[in-house]
């Protein structure tokens, strides 16, 4: 039954399905075809209330739709039709699908913004993040991933990840993050402060974090970031740690990397920190 399939089971049985087909018919694999994929949702788990729509629509605010008719026994997909990467397209379709699978019977109609959509939560613990989850594992197999990124951590690598799945470099990095054992750091900026920021476990455990979602923090001034003569820098800057992290070890050194995207007037900076390395504060005995 819906109720009792994880993010994780539901996008992997898809994931055996697509597999399959691609062996049989020596088909490309990647990247995943999500539209076709929803239409046929319903009979490859054996339900009767299918998807029978997946289109663009003028949803303001949105990135993402879903909902059923009267008696629930049809549902429509629907993405934003001003969003203009086809990598956000996907995952936005893969979230809208994820709801379906694992949520459908909670709701009628789910309404997913931007944050919603790339939910940053490490934790299963809303819908949203489990529809997230969905949507990474479907269209970045965990195995597949692995194999891809191997030992890389700068944006080059993940990017040709994203080429190969089809996805945005936000959630392709995000992907490489919640399973990296290195010390990473995403942040989102625009116009010289952070709009969100996303550690890997290793990070946080040792330090390296900011709390943007509770706080205004503004890009150091000497940081690679904050430098508007360089927009693209993919693999990578040595920068003292503390630009950054004031209180890392004097001599302590981190990459950082950085994209600039014209067309959402947004940059993405990647900062990863040498192994062992920590940016705690020193302990007072006040906290």
Not at 33 to 40: K, S, T
Not at 145 to 153: I, L, M, W
Not at 175 to 184: M, S
Not at 234 to 261: D, N, Q, Y
Request: overall charge negative; charged content about 25%; aromatic content about 10%.
């Amino acid at each position: 039954m819906t109720h009792t399939l994880t993010p994780s089971k539901a996008a992997y049985k898809l994931t055996h399905v697509l597999d399959t087909f691609a062996d049989a018919h020596g088909s490309t694999r990647f990247p995943v075809d999500v539209a076709e994929l929803a239409l046929n949702a319903a009979s490859l788990f054996g339900w009767k209330d299918s998807i029978t729509q997946v289109q663009a629509a003028d949803i303001k605010n949105f990135e993402g739709a879903l909902f059923s008719n009267d008696d629930r026994s049809e549902w429509c997909l629907l993405y934003n039709n001003a969003i203009k990467s086809n990598g956000r397209i996907r995952f936005t379709q893969a979230h809208e699908l994820g709801h379906y699978i694992l949520h459908r019977h909670q709701k009628d109609s789910f309404n997913c913004s931007e944050d919603d959509v790339v939910n940053r939560d490490a934790e299963e613990t809303s819908i949203e993040a489990q529809a997230d989850t969905f949507a990474a594992t479907l269209l970045m197999p965990l195995n597949d991933f692995r194999d891809q990124v191997g030992t890389a951590s700068d944006l080059e690598s993940l990017g040709a990840c994203a080429e190969r799945y089809g996805t945005s470099l936000t959630a392709t990095v995000l992907r490489w993050l919640k399973d990296t054992d290195q010390q990473a750091v995403l942040i989102n900026h625009r116009d010289g402060y952070m709009r969100w920021a996303y550690s890997s476990k290793a990070a946080k455990k040792n330090g390296a974090f900011f709390r943007s979602r509770k706080q205004i923090i503004e890009i150091p001034e000497n940081s690679i970031a904050a430098n508007e003569s360089i927009t693209s820098d993919r693999s990578g800057t040595e920068v003292s740690a503390r630009v950054w992290f004031p209180h890392a070890p004097p001599h302590l050194s981190l990459r950082e990397m950085k994209i600039t995207s014209g067309e959402y007037d947004t940059a993405l900076t990647l900062l990863v920190l040498p192994r062992g390395s920590t940016a705690w504060p020193p302990f007072d005995g006040t906290e």
